[in-house]
């Protein structure tokens, strides 16, 4: 209902201004070859004709195609709509038509341009006319169409490693382009690839707009250099689709720029998929979290075992950690809830657990199950402090790096303990503090019952809210260095 609403309510503002939105048509470079057609969409705030730059290297880069853009331009605030969009490609296709420009289309979009694409591809009639989608920081949206990406023409997502605004939704666009395409039984029809070193902004060209570049991450290259990076990314796609038009030198280069794509996005994205498997797996991140507690000894930990259950929110009030202990060994048994942010409209919204509710056994228990001495407990802030430990592991040099240079770091404070089971239950998840420019505090809400509680089934339990390792890997490539 609130996808259905949130449109009408987009059609309802629109409606009340005329269409706005043209066209400028950039004709081919060359006169021979396979001819192409690429109707561009901008992002939000962005005049449609800074994405000239990036249409005349791609253009250039397509020099054995006959390769024509259109640019769609003068948009109602400079911002793509579910109302003047149709026209603007219609407005294209007659001025191409007129200068006797056709062959196969393609429709590209950048950011929020791509959501509007998708918004118009709905439309079997408007699918039908054309030949694929190519999203520049943008992606085949769940919000309002579903976990589907197997669409009816071949789809191409193109995600900076730098893009502060679409990076973190690149691992599930990965995996579920990937789910498409098995079920299909087909290979590159919806390639999901990380471009590497470019930002959001420089899709486009010239001065960024206040809001992306306050969620952006900062350029490590020339726009132009940039251009390239993106260009070749199309251009692999638009050869391999169009094998029939094309070179056949090109159509090798393009395979192996398939191959060297993938194999960069896979080793991209794998640090992302380590850690969000932490987070739901039964080799979670709960099951270090209960060894920390208990102790930062290998040893001392031989003969504990430690299984997690994954449980959903209304059944984590019930749970309750238990122990099987003998000849100083235990099995014990925890339970934890990851928990996620609103995504209403699958935009702006990383995609890791913002906490994961975690119910241990509390160490006390443990160590004397164990056969060890008594030793001062521990809190939650030692399990979050490795849980960045071990983002920092995975994460990349580059990552690293400019997270070290200019990223704000995470000074971890002391647990604040419930004295009552909802007030751990309903915390609301962890609690950031900005200290200043460069740092930002962090702590946990707890909750500990002794291990002679006077209710039995609830006695000797440490529950904690838990930094998901994905989540703080996410803060090392994203949150900490956004708008810097």
Known sequence: MEKFTFILLLLATYQRVSSAAKC???????????????????????????????????????????????????????????????????????????LNLGGRMYLAGHSLGGVMLEQYLQSEENMAQYSGVILFGSYLTDFLFGIDNGYEVPALTVIGSIDGLSLTYALREWKESAEAETALGVTNKYPVYIADGVNHAQVGSGEVPDFVKERDIAAKMSDEDAHVVYAEIVKSFLILQ?????????????????????????EFLAPFITASLMETEEDNWMIRGQKILVSSSSEELQGLEVVNLVVPFEDLGDAKPSVVS?????????????????????????????VIKAKFKIEDVLRENLCLPEVPRKQCKDINIQALEVAMSLASEDALERFNEVGTKLIFTDDSVSPWGPGWEFSSGLHYKKINETHTSLYSTSLISEPDFIIAVAAGMHYCDLLSPYRALEWIYLTSVIGK
């Open 24 to 98: 400028e048509i950039l004709t081919p470079m060359g006169i021979e070859g396979g001819e192409i057609g690429i109707i561009m969409i901008p992002g939000a705030n962005y005049p449609g004709e800074r994405y000239i730059p990036l249409a005349l290297r791609i253009q250039e880069l397509m020099g054995s195609n006959k390769v024509w853009f259109g640019i769609t331009e003068g948009w109602l605030l400079d911002t793509p709509n579910p109302v003047e969009i149709a026209g603007a490609i219609n407005a294209c296709r007659d001025q191409a038509e007129d």
């Open 242 to 266: 169009n094998q029939d038009i094309s070179d056949s030198t090109d159509i090798k280069i393009a395979l192996e720029k398939t191959e060297e794509l993938k194999a960069y996005t896979a």
């Open 326 to 354: 003998a000849n100083c060994t235990a099995v014990v048994t925890t339970y934890s809830q990851p928990q996620y942010d609103l995504d209403l409209f699958d935009a702006a919204t990383l995609k890791s657990a913002s």
